[in-house]
């Protein structure tokens, strides 16, 4: 019963998860954490949500497919290769709550300076090495603490790309963050059959929920995006705020 009680979470919070990741390409994770975590350990919650997330962005990529433009995320995927090591490497050694607090001072800080009109409509130059520091930086989220929309969000804000764009573009970075990550993890010895079986359920989630988020997203604007955004960008703050303090 406790394993069918846990996959029932899980897969619900992936499904409210994959809803608002379908429709804007971020927050998938962000929202299914809080219910993840009331059955699992957080250092299980997230590997079970890397492996969830990793196909669940195959059909992310699927559908906004059209959208992606290869030459503004080349320079994020060969950052993210040395990135996912690196955060798969340091999820063995280092604390839990001092990467979890890392990423919310980032995301402050960053929320912080979007309440001054001079930050908030700076627009970050195409740059390779701009782009491979924000691959570095996702990649290590991604296989530290599983919230690689908290640093990918910033960047894709700071570029001021349209919905269409900025949801195509992440959704294709996010299946090679995705599976690096997992392979880190893997090589690492990190993942358990249990662990398998609990992201089959947290995965039916994603795909119900992303299938509906993806026909609600094609009726957003850009303002609305942004706000969005912005939005589960204080979200994934509070929840890793939160989640450090347990």
């Known amino acids: ?26 927050g998938t994770i962000m929202i299914a954490m809080p219910l993840v975590t009331v059955v699992l350990s957080p250092s299980d919650a997230v590997l079970v949500s890397c492996l969830a997330g990793m196909f669940g962005t195959v059909h992310l990529a699927y559908s906004y497919r059209k959208a992606c ?11 993210a290769v040395p990135g ?34 001079r930050f908030a409509t700076y627009r970050l130059p195409d ?27 910033i960047y894709v804000l700071m570029k001021h ?8 573009n992440m959704s294709v970075f996010y299946v090679f963050t995705g599976v690096l990550s997992v392979a880190s993890q893997a090589v690492a010895g990190l993942y358990t059959v249990t662990l398998f079986q609990v992201s089959i359920a947290a995965f039916a989630g994603c795909l119900v929920g992303q ?36």
């Open 1 to 26: 019963m406790d394993f069918v009680w846990t996959c029932f979470m899980v897969a619900l919070g992936w499904f409210f998860g994959g809803i608002v990741g379908g429709a804007t390409g971020i």
């Open 161 to 168: 790309w349209s919905p269409d764009r900025a949801r195509g």
């Open 69 to 79: 433009s290869w030459k503004d995320i080349r320079d994020l995927v060969i950052g």
């Open 127 to 153: 740059s390779t090495i701009i782009g491979l520091i924000g691959g570095l930086v996702s990649g290590f989220v991604s296989g530290s603490v599983a919230m690689v929309g908290a640093p990918l969000g």
């Open 211 to 246: 299938i509906l988020g993806v026909r609600i997203g094609r009726h957003i604007n850009q303002k609305v995006f942004q706000r969005i955004v912005l939005i589960f960008l204080a979200i994934a703050a509070v929840i890793l705020f939160i989640r450090a303090m347990e």
């Open 84 to 117: 996912c090591v690196l955060g798969a490497l340091t999820l063995r050694i280092a604390s839990m709550q001092a990467l979890q607090l890392m990423v919310c001072a980032m995301l402050a800080c960053f929320i912080l300076m979007q309440c001054f009109h």
